[in-house]
């Protein structure tokens, strides 16, 4: 493969958005199944929301059904969620990353790079949110809900008292996030810590550095047809489809 600006900058990118760890544990399952390596690599960062091919930023295919996560999260929300809401994400981090191509290519005027960098955090943040966001949830029968296991659960023992004090932490700060936003569970790796933290809209208030493990997604549009304003009924249905096993491998991962 030829190695241009352009390519290095679009990796760089996601790995600074954090996509490598979906890419490596999509990798590692695939790899179990018996793929290829070549094959392995283009799948796993396609479940990253990186085409390889095209060279540009895709919408991921879900692991599971629009259907698989009720009665906890509806079917239309997920569809829509998923094919509207994501895929706007994706078509607008692909606009702006092309917009800052040509503006470095000199087709473009500098006096843009302010308007179009807002735009790549906006769209880049709502693009990798969603990619973990789907990765942190399963349906039932495929380990979705109960309690983390293993180093996690020791953790978040330690790091915040016990898991259900770790719930209550998650809870508050999804139920009190002021508009749009996201809670996550966050691992910062210089104080070896476990963080519970908000972000408004998709990367306001996020500190850099750590790394997302476990997020809720509280703009309206992830709980508003099914539960109109009750927001905590929502996050309270949201913890009964967690992955805790996907997120033991994100944690595992930002620890190496
Ligand atoms: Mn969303």
């Keep these: 493969m030829t190695v241009?600006?352009?390519?290095?900058?679009?990796?760089?990118?996601?790995?600074?958005?954090?996509?490598?760890?979906v890419a490596s544990v999509a990798a590692a399952q695939m790899g179990q199944r018996g793929m290829n390596a070549a094959d392995t690599r283009?799948?796993?960062?396609?479940?990253?929301?990186w085409n390889a091919?095209?060279?540009?930023?895709?919408?991921?295919?879900?692991?599971?059904?629009?259907?698989?996560?009720?009665?906890?999260i509806d079917a239309e929300t997920m569809k829509l969620h998923h094919s509207k809401h994501h895929a706007g994400y994706v078509r607008g981090l692909n606009r702006a990353m092309d917009a800052l191509a040509k503006i470095r290519a000199g087709d473009n005027s500098v006096g843009s790079?302010?308007?179009?960098?807002?735009?790549?955090?906006?769209?880049g943040s709502g693009h990798v949110n969603h990619v973990l966001f789907w990765m942190?949830?399963?349906?039932?029968?495929?380990?979705?809900?109960?309690?983390?296991?293993?180093?996690?659960?020791?953790?978040?023992a330690s790091d915040f008292g016990s898991y259900d004090r770790f719930v209550d932490h998650f809870k508050a700060a999804a139920s009190s996030?002021?508009?749009?936003?996201?809670?996550?569970?966050?691992?910062?790796?210089?104080a070896d810590r476990l963080i519970v933290t908000q972000a408004e809209k998709h990367q306001n208030?996020?500190?850099?550095?750590?790394?997302?493990?476990?997020g809720i997604d509280v703009w309206e549009h992830a709980y508003?047809?099914?539960?109109?304003?009750?927001?905590?009924?929502?996050?309270?249905?949201?913890?009964?489809?967690?992955?805790?096993?996907?997120?033991?491998?994100?944690?595992?991962?930002?620890r190496a």
């Design 4 to 21: 241009t600006p352009e390519s290095i900058d679009r990796r760089s990118a996601i790995a600074a958005l954090g996509l490598g760890a």
């Design 42 to 49: 283009r799948a796993s960062l396609l479940a990253a929301g």
């Design 53 to 72: 091919d095209a060279g540009e930023y895709a919408l991921p295919t879900l692991r599971y059904g629009y259907d698989a996560l009720e009665p906890h």
């Design 113 to 123: 790079i302010k308007h179009w960098s807002r735009e790549l955090a906006f769209h």
């Design 136 to 156: 942190c949830m399963a349906p039932r029968e495929r380990g979705g809900g109960g309690e983390p296991t293993g180093t996690l659960q020791e953790k978040i």
């Design 177 to 190: 996030v002021e508009a749009s936003g996201w809670a996550w569970l966050a691992y910062e790796p210089v």
């Design 205 to 214: 208030l996020f500190m850099n550095g750590m790394h997302p493990l476990l």
């Design 224 to 254: 508003y047809l099914k539960y109109q304003n009750r927001r905590g009924e929502y996050v309270d249905n949201f913890m009964k489809v967690v992955d805790w096993a996907n997120v033991q491998r994100f944690f595992d991962r930002a």
